[in-house]
């Protein structure tokens, strides 16, 4: 469906002389992914709002697209199977959100975030075998990743204290959501180590 949908666009481009025949390839590989990116963003906005967690719905889908543009991480092979990851890694972050409102550990809950960014640090930006990084990339990649990471942290920091000064107000909010992107962190984190994983037995496969 994807597919066809991506070469009807690509030979739409074309037919309008927007690109090449040697480019439509490609163009029908890209729009493959937007697609399946925007259904996997939808699917994730519509989760929210019929759970009523729209907020961390939104907030997810901005980390999730932000950081690992700079990061990488794990990618199913299918564009069904992508779609079904994104949407149960955000029902993950969900419960692990649940659990820590339950045992509300201020130190847990900043350790999760530094776990979470220092698995970015040394490991990011992993490079997917079908897209090749040139060293100018990887530092910038590099660079960008640890900036998102602290600005996260820093972002989270500053809603909590919000949050617990007026905690009694309508904007005791707040400190879920820091919550909410303390746990995101390390879900990156996570989700970038097992792309680590990954194309190191695609690698040893190719070899």
């Not at 399946?36 to 519509?46: D, E, R, T």
């Not at 069904?80 to 659990?99: D, E, F, K, P, W």
């Not at 998102?148 to 920091?157: K, N, Q, R, T, V």
Request: hydrophobic content about 50%.
């Amino acid at each position: 469906m994807i597919h066809s949908v991506a070469l009807i666009i690509a030979d739409f481009l074309f037919s309008k002389d927007a690109i090449t025949e040697e480019e439509k390839e490609v163009c029908a590989y890209g729009m493959e992914l937007i697609i399946s990116g925007i259904i996997s963003v939808a699917l994730v906005l519509i989760i929210g709002l019929i759970t009523g967690n729209i907020w961390y719905a939104v907030i997810y889908n901005m980390m999730m697209i932000l950081i690992r543009t700079y990061t990488g991480g794990y990618h199913a092979d299918t564009h069904a199977g992508c779609n079904v990851c994104y949407c149960g890694t955000y029902m993950i972050s969900l419960l692990m959100l649940r659990i820590q409102m339950y045992v509300r550990g201020t130190i847990i809950t900043w350790l999760i975030a530094l776990a979470g960014y220092l698995i970015i640090v040394l490991n990011a930006p992993l490079e997917h075998h079908n897209k090749k990084l040139t060293i100018e990339q990887k530092e910038k990649y590099m660079i960008v990743s640890a900036v998102l990471g602290i600005a996260s942290m820093l972002i989270s920091f500053i809603l909590n204290i919000i949050g617990v000064v007026i905690r009694y107000g309508k904007y005791s909010f707040l400190c879920q959501i820091s919550l909410y992107i303390n746990t995101m962190l390390l879900i990156i984190g996570l989700l970038l180590l097992l792309g680590v994983r990954k194309e190191g037995r695609f690698h040893e496969e190719d070899s």
